[in-house]
């Protein structure tokens, strides 16, 4: 076996890797500087050093000049978006980093990192040395030969991946090596876009290869395949042939192999210093350098892998260390991460009464413990327990087996209640209100103290994942148990819980509130330092899980026969706007296919001169370009009310009777406090926020929202025009809070100042243009965006939102104060404190940029509207609760809140809710709250 080891890396892909590992929780330093790709990327090369001990090395970098590849095909990675300015300033700090290691950096105009590796890796391969190529890149596959090998970097959860010549054949399923580049060449790549044979994906192309051998030798015998795979390929023989020379790596670049210049000795001390300490890199100067400033041979490795002493000998050292966590910001992207199988843990069984005893006696005396629920289902109302699993100290956690008989189960639980409901002991869970609606079907209260490790998250960075697992791998460097190891894919043999065998969802089960616990350790010291997203977890999010929870469980009765009646309905109504499309395009066609859709309107019909097209090479038929040529063609008007039609009919019409439960007859939607990142709720099963309410067939929807029963009556209230009146609060424009003071109508009033007329003059188009600006102007509209929205020519729309500003200047002072304070602070901020982080506010690029500009003017103003109808939600509940009501809420969508109101009651609850909405947050612009009442949802709106 040869001596000598040579590492290739590719640098580019190396430094995007690491740029998106960290997308989501990017290193950025105390001078604003974004070192997510630097660190990363030496980390990667620490690893190497390190573990596989080179004897070469280098790194090659692709140039800006175009290649050989954009000579024969000008499309060529056309389809890319701009680099990240994040990552083009990282690409210098890279190279730097690189010469400061004395690692030769290797690039040639003209040619693409990989052509200058492949032309290295076959002439080092001849001279004795065993070739890594280093890469996520799959295609550098195709250069695998005997002592050249593919080296995949490690990823979140998984080792590195070092790909042979068995390895490659196994992951594309290949006959020989070679056929890497003819994969490429059938199937295309959408990330370089190479075009491929259009409708050939990897399995269509493995089966090819296995018949056909070649690309070549399957456009000879083309005549043999049939139906639309032989059109596809007879028509598309060249651009096969084409793909197949552009994804081909050159192995014939010219570049001489130089031995004694690749060889690798050591560091420069003084330069890797300097570089470091300009990135703040502290923590990885430890690795290199020691604490003593000493230093240690890179080429022998780092002493440490950082983030290990995380899972260190004892309890209590890794207690101690996942408090500390964001003291030192993560500098790394982990490339060993722990599991349950290399980590010292001690999962307890908790299955006889002596133990459960045991248990509930040291719970109590905990100032707080972390549980979680194993249950039967992923609806909340639906679903048994399967189990209960608690956790006071990291490492250590317990699990409670509970039958399937739930008289038995009952009595087990009951055993947990009095803890459970003890108000002294906090409680922590990710996702709490999944498990306190679980535990309220067995007639536990969770009380005291409450922490969501989800929660805390979200508001700490809300467009991020903040899926337990997820958390875990970030903050933990640790991967917890997938649930597939243990009841298999989805699938008709998926298993349930409660099939599981004990022992192993013990481990599962106590592992999760293990991890849990751990992260409450982690967040609540970065929320300390962060005093209002602390008051707003306390005061709004925590205090709303209880409140979502009474509403789900609330649930709402459907009207199913009225439903089925809207479901022919509309039946008759589709098959009416069919038979129109189909008398106007001639011929009749798949109307739901958007390749046959597009044929008729712009392949035979001709709507357009010049129609787009999708990558794949179809005609793109997307809704904004339908509504586009709505006006002047009857049948993409008609097609666009089928969809429409189609949409509601299966989505809400036939789908809400489905989601009735059996255990009530009322439906149960679950809302999401998570998901938005401006922190208005969403919900699932059913959606309510998406029921539509523009169209007269969307709003025929609610009338199927009906009262429980004789006793109750539908009660909706719902915010008048909030968002314009916190814009008019935050901008303090005089006309527009005295409108709102005097109770006018805001849009009649705004028409009047921009279009110089008094009210009683202001017609219906007038009205209608100034309410489209009032609401555009919220989400930063521009020009070409206001007259898409008002049919009316760019120039009248740009002259409307100037006279706009020149009647409202306190607004366009607010909207620029708002993009500058956002500029700062790369963050908007609501009433509340809750923020929108925009790190692209300061991006050169000016797509991007105004993206980042429209979202620092509207989150405040969106987001406030959620932070208000949070608080209104958790005042009604609460008086609701202290006066013993029998009245229920039973939804909230939008800015509206919706009652089953007690017909005693009916008087009472209007006036109060009503009180208690308008009263949810003082401003300078009073809030208006309209209530109406019927025997449905419609008629009550």
Not at 151 to 174: Q, S
Not at 329 to 349: A, K, N, R, S, V
Not at 431 to 442: A, T
Not at 672 to 698: F, Y
Request: proline share 4%; glycine share 4%.
């Amino acid at each position: 076996m040869p001596s000598k080891k040579l590492f290739l890396l590719d640098g580019m892909a190396l430094i995007f890797r690491a740029h998106f590992a960290l997308i989501k929780n990017p290193r950025v330093n105390s001078k604003g500087v974004n070192t997510s790709a630097p660190m990363g990327f030496t980390n990667s090369l620490l690893e190497i050093l390190k573990k596989e001990k080179p004897t070469h090395i280098a790194v090659a970098f692709d140039t800006s000049a175009p290649t050989f590849r954009h000579e024969e095909y000008t499309e060529y990675k056309a389809n890319r978006q701009e680099t990240p300015e994040d990552i083009s300033v990282a690409i210098p700090i890279v190279k730097e980093i690189v010469k400061a290691f004395n690692i030769p950096i290797l690039e040639m105009n003209g040619y693409e990192a990989d052509d200058i590796i492949g032309t290295l890796a076959k002439q080092a391969a001849r001279k004795d040395f065993e070739v890594f190529m280093m890469t996520p890149d799959k295609d550098y596959a195709q250069l695998v030969e005997d002592h050249i090998f593919l080296y995949k970097p490690a990823t979140r959860g998984n080792d590195i991946d070092i790909l042979g010549i068995p390895e490659v054949l196994a992951k594309f399923d290949l006959d020989n090596v070679d056929q890497v580049i003819d994969l490429l060449g059938l199937m295309g790549d959408a990330v370089d876009n190479i075009p491929g044979i259009p409708g050939v994906g990897p399995k269509t192309a493995v089966k090819l290869l296995k018949e056909y051998g070649t690309v070549e030798n399957l456009l000879d015998n083309a005549d043999k395949l049939k139906g639309k795979q032989k059109e596809k390929v007879m028509e598309n023989k060249e651009q096969a042939l084409m793909s197949k020379r552009l994804a081909t790596i050159k192995i014939d670049v010219p570049i001489a192999f130089d031995e004694t210049a690749l060889h690798y000795d050591t560091y420069n001390e003084a330069e890797l210093r300097k570089i470091f300490d300009e990135l703040e890199f502290r923590t990885l100067s430890k690795r290199i350098f020691g604490d003593d400033g000493s230093q240690t041979a890179a080429k022998q490795g780092p002493t440490t892998t950082g983030q290990m002493s995380l899972f260190g000998n004892t309890p209590t050292t890794q207690a101690t260390t996942a408090t500390t966590v964001e003291v030192e910001p993560e500098e790394e992207i982990p490339t060993e991460i722990g599991t349950i199988h290399d980590t010292l843990h001690d999962y307890q069984l908790i299955d006889t009464p002596e133990l459960r005893k045991e248990l509930i006696h040291f719970l109590s005396l905990q100032d707080e413990f972390c549980f979680d629920t194993e249950t039967s289902s992923l609806s909340a109302i639906e679903s048994e327990l399967v189990g209960m699993s608690f956790a006071y100290r990291p490492h250590e956690a317990y699990y409670v087996p509970i039958p399937e008989d739930q008289e038995a189960a009952k009595a087990i639980v009951s055993e947990f209640k009095e803890v459970f409901e003890n108000e002294k002991v906090g409680k922590i869970a990710q996702n709490l209100k999944y498990d306190m609606m679980v535990m309220r079907n067995y007639g536990i209260e969770i009380n005291g103290p409450l922490f969501d490790t989800m929660l805390a998250h979200y508001l700490l960075h809300p467009e991020q994942r903040h899926g337990m697992d997820h958390l875990s791998t970030v903050y933990l460097n640790y991967e917890p148990v997938s649930i597939e190891t243990l009841i298999g894919k989805k699938g008709k043999n998926q298993l349930s819980m409660r099939e599981v065998p004990v022992e192993n969802a013990a481990e599962y089960a106590a592992e999760d509130a293990d991890i849990t616990l751990q992260l409450k350790q982690v967040f609540a010291p970065m929320l300390d330092k962060e005093p209002k997203l602390k008051k707003l977890l306390e005061e709004i999010e925590i205090p709303l899980v209880k409140v979502l929870a009474e509403v789900e469980m609330n649930g709402v009765k459907i009207d199913t026969e009225n439903l089925a009646n809207s479901s022919k309905e509309l039946e008759v109504t589709i098959a009416a706007l069919e038979k129109s499309i189909y008398e106007a395009a001639g011929e009749e066609f798949n109307v739901g296919s958007p390749k046959q859709l597009g044929e008729i309107l712009f392949g035979k019909l001709k709507l357009v001169e010049k129609p787009k097209k999708t990558k794949s090479g179809q005609y793109a038929t997307g809704e904004e370009i339908l509504i586009n040529l709505a006006n002047d063609h009857q049948i993409v008007s008609d097609i666009l009310e089928f969809r429409q039609l189609q949409k509601l009919k299966s989505t809400y019409v036939d789908a809400l009777p489905k989601m009735i439960s059996k255990k009530d007859g009322l439906i149960h939607t679950s809302y999401n406090q998570a998901v938005t990142a401006t922190g208005r709720l969403s919900s699932t099963d059913p959606n309510l926020q998406n029921i539509p309410i523009r169209t007269e067939k969307g709003r025929e929807i609610r009338k199927a929202f009906v009262p429980r029963n004789k006793d109750f009556t539908i009660l909706a209230a719902d915010y008048s025009q909030v968002e314009l009146r916190i814009m008019a609060a935050f901008s303090e424009d005089a006309h527009m809070v005295d409108a709102f003071k005097q109770g006018k109508d805001i849009h009649t009033a705004t028409a009047a100042k921009v279009f110089k007329v008094t009210e009683s003059e202001v017609d219906s188009d007038m009205r209608r243009k100034a309410k489209t600006a009032n609401f555009g102007i919220i989400y930063g509209v521009s020009a070409f965006g206001l007259s898409q929205q008002l049919n009316i020519p760019r120039k009248e729309a740009g002259e409307l939102i100037d006279k706009y500003f020149e009647e409202f200047p306190s607004v366009k002072a607010y909207m620029d104060n708002a993009i500058n304070k956002a500029r700062d602070d790369e963050f908007a901020e609501t009433i509340m404190g809750r923020r929108r982080y925009l790190r692209d506010i300061n991006s050169r690029n000016f797509t991007v940029r105004g993206m980042a500009e429209r979202n620092a003017i509207n989150a405040p103003i969106q987001g406030s509207a959620a932070d208000i109808i949070k608080k209104a939600m958790i005042d009604i509940q609460q008086w609701i609760e202290e006066n013993n009501l029998k009245s229920k809420m039973i939804m909230q969508v939008h800015d509206e809140l919706v009652f089953d109101a007690h017909n005693d009651e009916l008087e009472l609850l209007q006036q109060k809710v009503k009180e208690l909405m308008e009263n949810a947050y003082q401003m300078a612009v009073p809030l208006e709250v309209e209530v109406g009442i019927g025997q449905n949802w419609l008629e009550a709106h």
